[in-house]
């Protein structure tokens, strides 16, 4: 099982970066990177590590891993929690990167008061950029679960089994993970399928 853990900060992700994509997206992810740093400020993983680590594990994911070179959808991976843990607006998302970036943030932000299971259950009918989003984010969340307190992981590892893993289905990369990520779990956990 692969493991996206070396762009920790922008300097790191930017050599990868231009290498893969045309300079256009790369200017733009260094915007929405720099934007996403600002707006998450000085949060934290619940591991204690900077929040903008996350952000550029799960698009490492999207580029290095899963190949992926939509414009859209990697801004978005860099945005997705934007919404979700900040004060920020679907209004100023559209404004600064566009209308379909802020739609692809808002199908991956649970709803404020919603239930978590009601929100996961609902991507079934997100349009597949959303899903790609929602795939790398939980790529990055999931590839180091042992990190995490035990009744975290259980349940984190029960929701991603339950309700992620089945849109993975439709691509074949992050079908192709999840499965030795959760066979991984299964030998050294010893969890349930």
């Known amino acids: 099982m692969e493991i996206f853990t070396s762009w920790p900060s922008w300097a790191h992700a930017e050599g990868p ?12 992810l260094r915007a929405a990177v720099t934007f996403a740093g600002r707006r998450h400020g000085v949060q934290q993983r619940p591991t204690g590590r900077p929040y903008l680590e996350h ?4 698009l490492e994911v999207a ?10 959808v990697l ?23 566009g209308l379909e970036v802020a739609a692809l943030v808002r199908w991956v932000t649970k709803p404020r008061g919603g239930a978590k299971v009601d929100y996961l259950a609902s991507l079934v009918r997100a349009p597949q950029g959303a899903v790609l989003v ?15 307190p035990w ?13 992620v893993m ?9 079908a192709k993970w ?10 050294v956990e010893r969890w349930p399928a």
């Open 17 to 28: 970066l231009s290498a893969a994509l045309p300079e256009p997206t790369v200017r733009d």
């Open 151 to 163: 009744r975290f992981q259980r349940r984190y590892y029960m929701e991603t089994v339950a309700y």
């Open 178 to 187: 999840f499965s030795e990520w959760r066979g991984h779990w299964r030998r």
């Open 75 to 97: 801004v978005a991976i860099v945005l997705h929690d934007v919404l979700e843990d900040t004060s920020c607006t679907e209004a100023e998302i559209a404004r600064r990167f």
């Open 134 to 148: 929602k795939l790398s984010d939980r790529v990055s969340n999931v590839q180091e679960l042992q990190r995490m």
């Open 166 to 174: 089945p849109l993975a289905g439709a691509h074949p990369w992050y």
């Open 55 to 58: 952000l550029l594990e799960a």
């Open 63 to 72: 580029v290095a891993g899963a190949g992926l070179v939509d414009r859209d």
